[in-house]
């Protein structure tokens, strides 16, 4: 075939035209980017050239992987559809293109070795849950893998958790102490294997290995992980080395095992997640949909929040008040191997204690969890990178990332601006941070609860692990305005060019970027708190939001937090702020339903708080309002963990039985709404008096909450004539409402956009300090 276009004039000399003869019609240059190196491209490549009958080569570069084809135009084109269309399954391309050039006249097609170049700006894979591959070989009887716990690949394996710096090549991951023998070797350096250039390659007699040990050193055992099972039948607790850190595991149909797991870990009643070995047996304790059921079975393997069936075998204790499981499947060999049958489900709990950091070392393992775990699974491969699981929840028919950790991190979250090179300090509960280059912005795994000192510094060293790994020296650093926040405090301390950015605007700027919105919309902020622009704590916020700035349209009525942060650990409280909001001084709390449980000498205190406004200070909080209605039903009264009275509340809640009650917006001085729950307060205490069903009292709280957000944007509308409506902020976790609500705004015209990959939660507000600093600085 003949092109003009390439301007070569080869063609004028004769010699050349001769040459040409032998070198096929065309070349071609593709640079394919993103998560395309250790994960078998090469190899992948390689077969797909020779396939298509082209020549040339394929090199690992700094940027990504680089390919050189020579053949006919239609080849090329095949080859270059085909490249992303069969992309190997831990691979995941970002970007291609591709420039077409004079051939140069390759003989054959060869994978060329990479020179010992930087390179730095490759992205890392995130650990791969094991392969079907793997899985059959491991318990093949013949295979010289059987029963190997750390079978592996180029498809799946450790990866992020395991690097210490770049390149990704075995040297520089905790797998260098390990010498592959002389079989592993040879699969390492055969490009048709599968196992060609799989870093963390390995078998029984090279690589790593399980260890049993009680409380009082090693247990000797033919078959460690057989023992361990019977270990958890038998009612026993055991701390297990994983992937990203220590599990606790027991047996999740065991009441007396869980009980004393809690107990041990200090855990009252937040949930504990199951793992169990397949969706088959999943569904017999868990009503499972399609969408949930694929997440499930990911290679990302996260946490699925799945609902409880009517039968459900699962200890009560393990999800308390709960009408959902947080369920995974098995993700190392090692755990296919541990749950065995007839264990159908395994408690698997973070191997920590309270909110300290996940442990991830043996020697903290054997003192920190000694007072817990009777027995310890350990190994001798280290965890560079400590990685929580993933959770997430099918919202509104899609996933929903409610903690973004191991199977999701470090892969980059791609936004349509230039971020330039910044640091996000995120939040305080749920810490993430965020790191961006150029377009891509690389959100931190779960740091967890900065207020541990144990927390801060894994804080301040995934930070520091994070810009070494990935090269980047950010100038600009944003962080939340909350002066008390560690994240705030880290941030003055290392300075830079420092940009405060508000807590909901962030959380809505987060949502506006993974959606691609550039323009203005209407951002719902709906939290529990943040710090607000005028000192007092928000939460319930209607925002005309900009990447660069915004305008507060309206809010939920201050009321007073009896006792600061007290009060968002005790509900009741916050049932008698509003209380007191709406019925004044004279409610009598001796002639009510409402509160009989309540100390009177108790609600005398809190109500005299409020009234001399002593340590209440004001708050906007949806949250808070979740809570008081949670109190006011008795449904908790006293939180153990964050966010347990609104999780609660929506277990029982029966929405789709429910209406809704009424709720008034009036504009104030200042020309924001402000939205007044006084109605409601006052039906939902007269229906809590007549008796009313607490499900359906919680599912017209529910409805009413969605008709708020409803009225909010209709008169965010009427104000802005914006119709794009960001949805932000961790009661956006809740399903009901939020499926509700969507339902509600898009039947009324506006368009929707939710969290997808990042979480609606503190987890999430990361990414929009960054995109809100590198837009003002990009605004001037
Ligand atoms: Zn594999
Ligand atoms: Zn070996
Ligand atoms: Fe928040």
Same mark, same amino acid.
């Given at each position: 075939?003949?092109?003009?276009?390439?301007g070569d004039?080869f063609?004028s000399?004769?010699?050349a035209l001769?040459?040409?003869r032998?070198v096929?019609?065309?070349?071609a240059?593709?640079l394919?980017?993103g998560i395309v190196?250790g994960?078998?491209?090469r190899?992948?490549v390689?077969?797909?050239?020779k396939?298509l009958k082209?020549s040339?080569?394929?090199?690992?570069?700094?940027r990504g992987v680089e390919?050189?084809?020579?053949?006919?135009?239609?080849a090329?084109m095949?080859?270059?559809?085909?490249?992303?269309?069969?992309?190997?399954a831990a691979a995941?391309?970002?970007?291609k293109?591709?420039?077409f +050039?004079?051939p140069?006249?390759?003989s054959s097609?060869?994978i060329k070795?990479?020179?010992?170049?930087?390179?730095r700006?490759?992205?890392?894979?995130?650990?791969?849950?094991?392969?079907?591959d793997?899985l059959?070989?491991m318990?093949?009887?013949?295979?010289r893998r +059987?029963?190997?716990?750390f079978?592996?690949?180029t498809?799946?394996?450790?990866?992020?958790?395991?690097?210490e710096?770049?390149?990704?090549?075995?040297p520089?991951?905790?797998m260098?102490?390990?010498?592959m023998?002389?079989e592993c070797?040879?699969?390492?350096?055969?490009?048709?294997?599968?196992?060609y +250039?799989?870093?963390?390659?390995?078998? +029984?007699?090279c690589g790593?290995?399980?260890?049993l040990?009680?409380?009082?050193?090693?247990?000797?055992s033919?078959?460690p992980?057989?023992?361990?099972s019977?270990?958890l039948r038998?009612?026993?607790i055991?701390?297990v080395k994983?992937?990203?850190g220590f599990?606790l595991?027991?047996?999740?149909?065991?009441e007396?095992?869980?009980r004393?797991?809690r107990?041990?870990?200090n855990?009252?009643?937040?949930p504990?997640a199951?793992?169990s070995?397949?969706?088959?047996?999943?569904m017999?304790?868990?009503?499972?949909?399609?969408a949930?059921?694929?997440?499930?079975e990911?290679?990302k393997?996260?946490?699925?929040?799945?609902?409880?069936a009517?039968?459900c075998f699962i200890?009560?204790?393990?999800?308390?008040?709960n009408d959902s499981?947080?369920?995974?499947l098995?993700?190392?060999?090692?755990?296919?191997?541990?749950?065995?049958p007839?264990?159908?489900?395994?408690?698997m709990?973070?191997?920590n204690?309270?909110?300290?950091p996940i442990?991830i070392?043996?020697?903290?393992?054997?003192?920190v969890?000694?007072?817990?775990?009777d027995?310890?699974?350990?190994h001798d491969?280290?965890?560079?990178?400590r990685?929580?699981?993933?959770v997430?929840?099918?919202i509104?028919?899609?996933?929903?990332?409610?903690?973004?950790s191991?199977?999701?991190v470090?892969?980059?979250i791609?936004l349509n601006?230039?971020?330039?090179?910044?640091l996000?300090?995120g939040g305080?509960?749920k810490?993430?941070?965020?790191?961006?280059?150029?377009?891509?912005?690389?959100l931190?795994?779960?740091?967890g609860?900065?207020?541990?000192?144990?927390t801060l510094?894994?804080?301040?060293?995934?930070?520091?692990?994070?810009?070494?790994l990935?090269?980047?020296?950010?100038?600009?650093?944003?962080?939340?305005?909350h002066p008390?926040?560690?994240?705030s405090?880290y941030a003055?301390?290392?300075?830079g060019v420092?940009?405060?950015v508000?807590h909901?605007?962030a959380?809505?700027?987060?949502?506006?970027?993974?959606?691609g919105?550039g323009g203005?919309?209407?951002?719902v902020a709906?939290?529990?708190?943040?710090?607000g622009a005028?000192?007092?704590t928000w939460?319930c916020?209607f925002?005309l939001?900009?990447l660069?700035?915004?305008?507060?349209?309206?809010h939920?009525?201050y009321v007073?937090?009896p006792g600061g942060d007290a009060?968002?650990l005790?509900?009741?409280?916050m049932a008698?702020?509003y209380l007191?909001q709406?019925?004044?001084?004279g409610f009598?709390?001796?002639?009510?339903?409402?509160?009989?449980?309540?100390?009177r000498?108790?609600i005398?205190i809190?109500t005299?708080?409020?009234?001399r406004g002593v340590?209440s200070?004001?708050?906007?909080?949806a949250?808070r309002l979740?809570d008081a209605?949670?109190?006011l039903?008795?449904?908790?009264?006293i939180?153990?963990y964050?966010?347990?009275?609104a999780?609660?509340?929506?277990?029982?809640?029966r929405?789709?039985?429910a209406?809704?009650y009424?709720?008034?917006?009036?504009?104030?001085?200042d020309g924001?709404f402000?939205?007044?729950?006084?109605?409601?307060?006052t039906?939902?205490?007269e229906?809590?008096?007549?008796?009313?069903?607490?499900?359906?009292?919680a599912g017209?709280?529910?409805?009413?909450?969605a008709?708020?957000?409803?009225?909010?944007?209709?008169?965010s509308?009427?104000?802005?004539g914006v119709k794009d409506?960001?949805?932000s902020?961790g009661?956006?976790?809740?399903?009901?409402?939020?499926?509700?609500?969507l339902k509600?705004l898009?039947g009324?015209?506006f368009?929707?956009?939710?969290?997808?990959v990042?979480p609606p939660n503190?987890?999430?507000?990361?990414?929009?300090?960054?995109?809100?600093?590198?837009?003002?600085a990009?605004?001037?």
């Open positions: 075939m003949e092109s003009r276009d390439e004039g063609l000399q004769e010699g001769l040459e040409r032998k096929p019609g065309r070349a240059r593709i394919v980017e190196q994960v078998g491209f190899p992948f390689h077969r797909l050239a396939s082209l040339g080569w394929v090199l690992n570069s700094t390919i050189e084809v020579e053949g006919t135009e239609a090329i095949d080859f270059y559809n085909e490249v992303s269309a069969r992309t190997p995941r391309i970002l970007k293109t591709i420039k +050039h004079p140069v006249g390759y097609f060869v070795e990479s020179a010992e170049e930087n390179l700006t490759a992205l890392i894979s995130p650990d791969i849950a094991v392969c079907r793997c059959a070989e318990l093949d009887e013949s295979d +059987h029963l190997y716990a079978i592996n690949c498809n799946c394996g450790p990866r992020y958790t395991i690097i710096s770049l390149p990704y090549d075995r520089r991951t905790s260098r102490k390990f010498t023998c002389s070797e040879r699969e390492y350096n055969d490009m048709s294997n599968r196992r +250039h799989a870093q963390p390659n390995a078998c +029984h007699f790593p290995a399980v260890q040990f009680s409380r009082f050193g090693p247990v000797p033919e078959d992980l057989r023992r361990a019977e270990l038998s009612g026993h055991i701390a994983g992937v990203g599990h595991a027991c047996n999740a149909e065991d007396d095992a869980v004393r797991l107990l041990g870990k855990r009252e009643m937040k504990l199951v793992m070995p397949n969706s088959r047996t999943v017999e304790f868990c009503d499972i949909s399609p949930e059921r694929e997440l499930m990911s290679p393997r996260p946490i699925v929040l799945l609902k409880k009517e039968r200890a009560e204790s393990v999800a308390p008040g499981l947080g369920v995974f098995p993700y190392t060999p090692l755990h296919y191997l541990l749950l065995r007839p264990l159908r489900a395994i408690v709990t973070s191997g204690i309270s909110d300290e442990v070392t043996n020697d903290d393992a054997l003192k969890l000694s007072g817990i775990a027995y310890f699974i350990l491969r280290d965890i560079v990178s990685c929580d699981d993933s997430v929840r099918v509104g028919g899609r996933e929903c990332v409610l903690r973004r191991r199977g999701y470090p892969y980059p791609e601006i230039d971020l330039g090179e910044c996000a300090c305080e509960l810490n993430t941070f965020c790191l961006t280059r150029g377009d891509s912005a690389l931190s795994q779960h740091i609860d900065l207020r541990t000192l144990a510094n894994f804080y301040k060293s995934a930070i520091a692990h994070f810009e070494r990935f090269s980047i020296t950010p100038q600009t650093i944003a962080h939340d305005l008390e926040y560690m994240s405090k003055l301390a290392r300075g420092l940009v405060g508000q909901h605007h959380h809505i700027v987060s949502c506006m970027a993974e959606n919105i203005d919309a209407i951002g709906l939290d529990g708190a943040g710090y005028d000192g007092r939460g916020e925002l939001a900009r660069e700035g915004y305008k507060r349209l309206g939920l009525r007073p937090l009060a968002a005790e509900p009741y409280r008698i702020s007191y709406t019925y004044g001084q009598e709390f001796e002639a009510r339903r409402v509160g009989e449980r309540w100390a000498d108790k005398e809190l005299g708080m409020i009234r340590n200070p004001l708050a906007s909080s949250g979740f209605v949670s109190a039903l008795g449904v908790c009264d939180s153990t964050e966010g347990q009275a999780m609660e509340l929506e277990a029982i809640s929405s789709d039985l209406e809704s009424p709720i008034k917006a009036e504009v104030d001085g924001t402000v939205i007044d729950p006084a109605e409601m307060i039906h939902l205490v229906d809590v008096e007549k008796g009313a069903p607490k499900p359906i009292l017209m709280f529910h409805n009413t909450m008709q708020t957000i409803l009225e909010g944007c209709r008169l509308r009427q104000l802005t409506v960001a949805l902020g009661v956006f976790q809740n399903k009901i409402l939020t499926e509700k609500a509600l898009e009324n015209g368009v929707c956009h939710l969290h997808r990042v503190d987890g999430g507000i990361s990414l929009g300090q960054a995109v809100v600093a590198a837009s003002k990009r605004k001037g």
